[in-house]
């Protein structure tokens, strides 16, 4: 008895739920309407706080070389430091060039 109830319960769900959702719109709430577009906001997005952080991140470690007064782990710290840094705005810069070059070369608009 109880599972015929639970698959009465189970198809009644199944077959009344579509009818009820049936109305109801939703609104896109992402505000680009397309891939490309979200896409491009979001290398945008990265690029701006790449902008923010590399510079911080190289002074830090041109403080760590300033005060390392000789000591190799603090030069290895701030040489290490420094590199990343660079290493990391490369590939932001490589990311958002790549997408322009892909864009001439393919001959269209990934992003708005």
Do not use: C, Q, R, W
């Not at 189970?10 to 009820?20: D, K, N, Y």
């Not at 891939?35 to 510079?55: E, H, K, S």
């Amino acid at each position: 008895m109880k599972k015929i109830l639970i698959i009465f319960i189970l198809f009644s769900l199944g077959v009344s739920f579509p009818l009820l959702t049936n109305g109801v719109d939703f609104d896109n709430p992402i505000e680009h309407e397309s891939f490309g577009d979200l896409i491009d906001a979001i290398v945008d997005f990265i690029f701006n706080i790449a902008v923010i952080v590399v510079p911080l991140m190289v002074i830090i470690g041109a403080f760590h070389l300033l005060t390392a007064a000789g000591d190799p782990k603090k030069i290895a710290t701030g040489k290490t430091i420094i590199i990343y840094t660079l290493i990391g705005l490369a590939v932001i810069l490589l990311a958002k060039g790549l997408i322009a070059v892909l864009e001439d070369v393919l001959g269209i608009k990934v992003g708005g």
